[in-house]
């Protein structure tokens, strides 16, 4: 099926801000950079209310899974926590609402989760993203991520380096209000990661992805490093981690709450979009699109994979492909058309040898990129 696209000024201001100190200071900092104007945050705040509202209306939320969730961060991961009270203050929002807006979306995959186990057919639009690394290029390796969501989340993408008191520091493409990494980032010494999200009958009270990002990009410095962290951590699944470092080694987690499967690369690339491809994990996936993008990430996945088959010697092809259109099912640049509201909201970019991330909000076809660099 081929769409018309038609939009194409789709495109969204990304701030760019730093953030320095103990994880309250850190969460303090972000929070401000919000409220610095009133309107913007009086439309975050209905945002999060409309968030709550809804989750709270799902038949499998449950007051005691937040209180485990949040029991386990204080015990594996406090600085996220501190990181959400020091937001939440700035923020004037309750530090629970805060909270289940960062995590709400798990109880819509259980639910949707288990009304597939009972219907056996799809019950829900998914939204996706589109991931690659290669392992070299006229730039050294290359970590790329289209992030695809529902456009009401593109006013809220920000670009911040992380500089905490412990720990490494790190340059990360994020959202407002979310603690840790909600989406991509690159530390110091050069290692990438990028998440995406899978639909999956494999999940439950466990560490979020924002927060796994966190503890990678402030512990580990390899691609290596970074997988066997992820072995050892209670994950709450629902998506995947690509990973390239400074040395061009290439990784992919793909997460589960009971299952978890890693794999290293000696090929030139490796690509990830929203489904498992690992035999411990393909029987966990759902695919929960309506019935004319159903396979979506596996045509991304494949289209991806024959751009990438040819060679990426360069920055600008990089961004070229990431440009693609196709059908709609294996077009890289996500417009509105296809699937509404879910669009590509943002496009990053990073070079790890250069310590450089160049990114964009809204469609990649008419990016115009700027670029961080950690110092």
């Known amino acids: 099926m081929t769409i018309i696209i038609k939009d194409m000024k789709q495109m969204y201001s990304i701030d760019t801000g730093k953030l320095v100190g103990e994880p309250y200071e850190i969460g303090t900092g972000f ?36 209180k485990d969730i949040l029991a386990l961060l204080e015990r594996e991961s406090p600085s996220i926590l501190e990181w959400l009270k020091g937001m ?100 110091e010494e050069g290692l990438a990661v990028a998440d995406t999200h899978v639909m999956s009958l494999d999940i439950g009270p466990g560490l979020p992805r924002f927060a796994i990002v966190d503890k990678i990009l402030t512990q580990c410095t390899t691609v290596n490093e970074a997988l066997a962290l992820v072995m050892n951590q209670p994950l709450m699944g629902r998506g995947n981690l690509i990973l390239t470092d400074i040395s061009g080694a290439l990784g992919v987690a793909e997460l589960g709450h009971r299952n978890c499967a890693v794999r290293r690369s000696g090929e030139d690339y490796m690509v990830n979009t929203n489904h498992f491809t ?28 024959d751009l990438l088959s040819s060679g990426c010697r360069n920055l600008e092809e990089a961004q070229h492909i990431m440009a693609y259109h196709g059908t709609a099912l294996d077009s890289l640049c996500r417009h509105k058309e296809f699937n509404p509201p879910y669009q590509t909201i943002s496009t990053v970019f990073y070079l790890p040898q250069r310590k450089e991330a160049l990114f964009s909000g809204g469609y990649p076809c008419i990016a115009e990129y700027q670029k961080v660099v950690w110092k």
């Open 31 to 66: 929070g401000q950079a919000l409220a610095a104007d009133p309107g913007r945050l009086g439309r975050f705040q209905a945002l999060v209310r409309r968030e709550n509202d809804q989750v709270e209306a799902l038949p499998t939320y449950t007051k005691s899974v937040v």
């Open 88 to 187: 939440a203050v700035e923020l004037s929002l309750p530090v629970q609402q805060l909270f289940l807006f960062n995590i709400g979306s798990y109880f819509r995959d259980l639910m949707i989760g288990l009304g597939s186990r009972s219907q056996g057919k799809p019950d829900q639009d998914e939204d996706g993203c589109s991931t690659f690394a290669i392992s070299d290029s006229e730039q050294g390796p290359i970590l790329a991520k289209n992030r695809d969501c529902d456009s009401a989340y593109g006013p809220w993408q920000v670009m911040v380096q992380v500089c905490p008191n412990r720990g490494l520091g790190y340059t990360a493409m994020t959202t407002y209000g979310v603690a840790g990494v909600n989406s991509s980032g690159m530390n």
């Open 278 to 305: 690992d035999l411990v994990m393909q029987d966990a996936f759902l695919d929960t699109n309506p019935l004319y993008l159903q396979g979506t990430s596996l045509a991304r996945y494949s289209r991806l994979s």
